[in-house]
């Protein structure tokens, strides 16, 4: 499979390849070039005029990082709750695109214009722009996605199985890897702290990072007493229960 890179600022080098470029070359994608970070900062800090687009590259590339930790450091874990290097190869390319596309839905001026997004009937609370980016990835994305060749030779993988990344009530598979993308320290909140501050000129956020959790993260089976490197759901390598979680306890 032909690979490419892309130079960025913050992370150096990321490495795509042929699949994920042509899903970056969406329009769908292609739209988060023009959606600003951090809206109206720039009036502000008038460097901070960086895009959702580089964001989402950044955030594969620490996802990817993190999950290759994980996979590592936790192998044993991971046999016991039934993956193969098969499974684990579809997993880290379905972690890929979940980061990839995780702000596909933002409306212009990001978090910014959230207040003014329509209400859900179903919740009566407004939409947010996971579910945007959920639809946008099923309508828009879905050919690229589904029947691209190297798809179809490697994972198998359909649009539901990002739908699950995206929305509050996953897959019990999608479970296991979501704090990846979306928890109180996952690859997001890794490249915003780090882009945010790089292109406001700010001292803020260089505490490690990816760096930092890559050689700390791991996996472990989950359990209901706190855990102190989890979110209270997550154990030791010692508890037992039927499901796992990525945490930063040390295996």
């Not at 899903?23 to 970070?37: S, V």
């Not at 309508?139 to 190297?150: F, G, N, S, T």
Request: proline share 4%; hydrophobic share 35%.
């Amino acid at each position: 499979m032909r690979k490419y890179e892309i130079r960025d600022p913050v992370h150096g080098f990321i490495e795509i390849d042929e699949w994920e470029r042509d899903i970056i070359n969406q329009p769908a994608f292609q739209r988060l070039r023009r959606i600003k970070q951090l809206a109206w900062t720039d009036m502000v800090y008038p460097g901070a005029t960086h895009s959702r687009f580089e964001h989402s590259l950044g955030v594969m590339h620490v996802a990817t990082r993190l999950f290759d930790a994980i996979r590592g450091r936790s192998a044993d874990v991971l046999r016991q709750i039934g993956y193969n290097t098969g499974g684990l190869d579809r997993q880290r390319q379905l972690i890929r695109l979940a980061a990839l596309l995780h702000d596909l839905g933002h409306a212009p001026f990001s978090h910014a214009a959230e207040d003014i997004l329509p209400i859900d009937p179903a919740s009566g609370r407004r939409f947010v722009h996971e579910q945007y980016s959920a639809v946008i990835a099923a309508h828009a994305l879905a050919d690229v996605i589904e029947q691209h060749p190297v798809n179809h030779k490697n994972f198998g993988l359909r649009v539901e199985h990002l739908r699950d990344f995206f929305l509050e009530t996953p897959t019990s598979e999608a479970l296991v890897w979501r704090d990846l993308i979306s928890s109180q320290m996952d690859a997001d909140r890794m490249d915003y702290m780090l882009r945010d501050s790089y292109h406001a000129g700010v001292a803020y956020g260089h505490t490690g990072g990816a760096s930092k959790a890559a050689t700390t993260i791991g996996c472990c089976v989950r359990h209901r007493r706190s855990c102190p490197g989890g979110r209270g759901t997550v154990g030791g390598p010692d508890a037992t229960s039927e499901r796992a979680g990525s945490c930063g306890c040390p295996t």
